[in-house]
């Protein structure tokens, strides 16, 4: 139905502009709705308008047959609530079918993170890449990411004007348009110096380019962020660890260690960007878990 495509779109349209989420965030809203409307318009092609309790409780079973983790099913929920939140505010309808559905709050799972002999493990398979031209430019995203925790959607926004090497910061446009800055190491500078020196000028000339983004791809054109996951994916292939690493591990992992040596919870959530403390406080939990293994390790009455 056309109109349910076109109530889809605006909201699709106002999550973008106003709300200015991301790229990956809006790609998941506009499948989470189309998903509910298969359930929720029928074979009958019923208009959400007219969506009943008994839509929801046929949408809430279908994704638990279809297997959905809680914490999916919770995300779901959420994101075609809003969708109706939004018709309610801007006085398109009444209707709120998702008004009685109270799941309890997700249980948040602690965050995993590398330990440095996987990191190192990281760097010898990206300094081993097969293609000579591009292993400076995959040993710097690296190098970035573990001394930033920037998300991979920052990182491939990052700009060479948001780059200060004299004083070694950035920049950064993050999550709803927020602005911080974040300091990288000297390790880092040295590996964007070199970078900057050999792949990039090498690429863009070649393929005739001009921009003022950071990471370029094989072509010299801007790398996304799929380019940046798609990367570090052939790094961690060509490496000796097992498949179970993904690209958000990196910003755990630098989180971790600054808790770990003593940074203070705010700094953290600062260089990470959260808008709420509470967001930061799940490292915390991976901190004690560490201090307790210490404690059980080192601690002589503990082994008794």
């Not at 800055?181 to 964007?192: D, G, K, N």
């Amino acid at each position: 139905m056309k109109e349910n495509k076109d109530l889809i779109n605006i909201f699709i349209a106002h999550i973008q502009v106003e709300k200015q989420y991301s790229i990956q965030t809006i790609r998941a809203y506009l499948n989470d709705l189309n998903e509910f409307t298969k359930i929720a318009a029928g074979k009958e092609n019923r208009s959400l308008l007219e969506a009943t309790e008994i839509d929801v409780e046929n949408y809430l079973n279908y994704l638990n047959r279809k297997g959905d983790e809680r914490n999916t099913i919770l995300r779901k929920i959420s994101a075609v609530r809003s969708f109706y939140n939004y018709l309610i505010k801007t006085d398109v309808t009444k209707n709120q079918p998702f008004e009685y559905v109270h799941l309890k709050k997700k249980q948040n799972r602690l965050p995993k993170f590398l330990y440095p002999n996987e990191i190192k493990e990281l760097f010898k398979s990206a300094h081993n890449g097969t293609n000579e031209t591009l292993i400076p430019r995959n040993v710097a995203i690296l190098e970035l990411l573990f001394s930033t925790g920037l998300r991979v959607s920052e990182c491939a926004g990052l700009t060479l004007a948001k780059l200060d090497f004299d004083n070694r910061i950035m920049d950064i446009l993050g999550k709803g348009s927020k602005q911080r800055y974040v300091p990288f190491s000297p390790e880092t500078r040295q590996a964007l110096k070199n970078y900057l020196r050999t792949t990039r000028p090498t690429l863009m000339q070649k393929y005739h380019q001009d921009h003022d983004t950071l990471f370029v791809n094989n072509h010299g054109a801007p790398l996304t962020s799929r380019g940046i996951e798609y990367i570090l994916d052939s790094i961690l292939k060509n490496s000796s660890l097992d498949s179970n690493i993904y690209p958000h591990m990196f910003r755990h992992t630098f989180a971790t260690d600054m808790l770990n040596n003593g940074a203070d919870l705010r700094s953290v959530q600062e260089l990470l960007g959260h808008s709420s403390l509470s967001t930061t406080q799940i490292y915390t939990h991976v901190t004690k878990e560490n201090l307790l293994k210490n404690y059980n390790q080192f601690f002589p009455r503990s082994k008794d």
